[in-house]
């Protein structure tokens, strides 16, 4: 793979070798719970210039995952996540940023529960290969902003995210190159 910047255009996420990982704490915060969820599908808008890029990406909020069927089973219920009700958990981007670092920064909105609530991911790597794009980013989920407040102490507040995304350029100009 090489490192530089993609072309500008709409990439198609590539769901199954796409994912979402996460860490988080438990048992006020003497353990670590480390899982994934799965995407459904999204799209990278890549803009000139890079700060009017968008990103829109879909998870199913049911793919929760954290390898211990009772924990995994209590979080899916009514009690946290409400899958039944809220199956999806969605990332609009609003506006990209290059810090004085040299960092990405994407900034959005992440829908999760029903409720709305910014969110910010720093963007770790970013590679490009022909018409193909990876990305990782990391960002922190607060899970109160989102309305699931139970289990305090029990569950972690904050969530680290860590997305890796692997995208195909899939507009008119890839026909045209």
């Known amino acids: 793979m090489t490192t530089a910047t993609p072309k500008p255009g709409r990439y ?3 769901v199954p070798r796409s994912e979402i990982t996460f860490t988080t704490k438990h048992i006020f915060g003497l353990g670590t719970v480390r899982g994934s969820f799965r995407l459904r599908g999204g799209t990278v808008s890549l803009a000139e210039p890079l700060t009017e890029t968008r990103v829109d990406a879909v998870a199913d909020a049911a793919s929760f995952d954290t390898g211990n069927k009772n924990r995994d089973r209590q979080v899916l219920s009514k009690a946290l996540l409400h899958t ?3 199956p999806d958990i969605v ?4 506006g990209a940023e290059l810090d004085g670092s040299g960092v990405w920064a ?4 992440l829908t999760a529960h029903g409720v709305r609530a910014p969110v910010t ?7 490009v290969d022909g018409e193909e794009i990876t990305v ?3 960002g922190t989920v ?4 989102h ?6 102490g029990m569950a972690g507040r904050h969530l680290v995210l860590v997305a890796t995304v692997r995208a195909r350029r899939t507009d008119e100009s890839t026909a045209q190159s």
């Open 12 to 14: 198609a996420i590539d």
């Open 84 to 86: 039944e009700v809220y």
């Open 91 to 94: 990332f609009a981007s609003t």
């Open 106 to 109: 994407l900034q959005g909105h």
């Open 121 to 127: 991911f720093t963007v770790a790597k970013a590679e």
């Open 136 to 138: 990782e980013a990391t």
């Open 142 to 145: 607060d899970r109160y902003a």
């Open 147 to 152: 309305g699931v407040t139970k289990l305090k």
